[in-house]
């Protein structure tokens, strides 16, 4: 069975500065997706960026990057200039890649709770 | 896009008392998930719609749970004789198919947050 692992309960970080969110999977499939998701208090989930297994270049989204190392099967989050909106849980995902009627459940991790502090 | 819309927003409710949910996915969507979220923990699958037809149930669907979705639109959650290990948030997420290969992304509802006394 695929494992997502968040090593970090609480993060915190300086507006305006970087952080890194960690996370680390077990699967034993080569091809497959990996997501961070936001969840700010009481507010939807939302998808902050994706990445394919398959490809070696790993994803960016503005000031949101991963560094996706499969060996080690680690996937990190890093949110650069920081600002107050990004205060929220932040989950590390994983999904199969299926094709047909099989859907893609999302396996998650603990989260991590982000705090910006201004 | 209005986005999936759950409802009611939060549940409280006896112990042993039964209790439903409704997920309204967003309408092009064919797929539907629910997923059960406790407390400082993150989401975990319970089940998947492809249209009308329920395709996969976790372990923790027990059988005093049970979700519809009876014309491929709105799904319904319900758990019947509640215990109070059910109170948690119950997320629902929508996306379209994935037949040309391309990943989909799930898009979540609010959530209904259940209570049991």
């Known amino acids: 069975a695929q494992t997502v692992t968040q090593s970090q309960p609480e993060m915190s970080v300086q507006e305006a500065e970087t952080v890194t969110l960690s996370c680390t999977y077990d699967?034993?499939?080569?091809?497959?997706?990996l997501f961070w998701y936001k969840q700010p208090p009481s507010r939807q989930m939302i998808l902050v960026i994706r990445?394919?297994?398959?490809?070696?270049q790993n994803a960016t989204e503005n000031r949101f990057s991963v560094n996706f190392q499969k060996a080690a099967k680690s996937f990190s989050l890093k949110i650069s200039d920081s600002q107050l909106g990004d205060a929220a849980m932040y989950f590390c995902?994983?999904?199969?890649?299926?094709?047909?009627?099989?859907?893609?459940?999302?396996?998650f991790g603990a989260g991590t709770i982000l705090r910006v502090k201004s | 896009d209005t986005g999936v819309s759950q409802n009611p927003r939060h549940k409280i409710t006896k112990r042993g008392q039964n209790v439903t949910f409704r997920c309204d996915p967003i309408?092009?969507?064919?797929?539907l998930y629910w997923y059960r979220q406790t407390l400082g923990q993150g989401p975990e699958f319970l089940t998947y719609?492809?249209?009308?037809?329920?395709?996969?149930k976790s372990r923790l669907l027990s059988d005093r749970f049970s979700a519809e979705r009876p014309k491929g639109s709105f799904s319904t959650l319900e758990i019947q004789r509640t215990e109070q290990g059910d109170s948690a948030m119950y997320l629902c997420?929508?996306?379209?198919?994935?037949?040309?290969?391309?990943?989909?992304?799930?898009?979540f509802g609010d959530g209904t947050r259940l209570s049991i006394l």
């Open positions: 997420a929508s996306s379209l198919d994935e037949f040309t290969g391309s990943h989909q992304p799930q898009h």
């Open positions: 699967t034993s499939e080569s091809d497959y997706y």
């Open positions: 990445q394919e297994a398959y490809k070696q």
């Open positions: 995902a994983y999904s199969m890649v299926l094709g047909g009627e099989y859907g893609n459940k999302l396996v």
């Open positions: 309408s092009e969507h064919n797929r």
């Open positions: 719609f492809q249209n009308e037809a329920q395709l996969e």
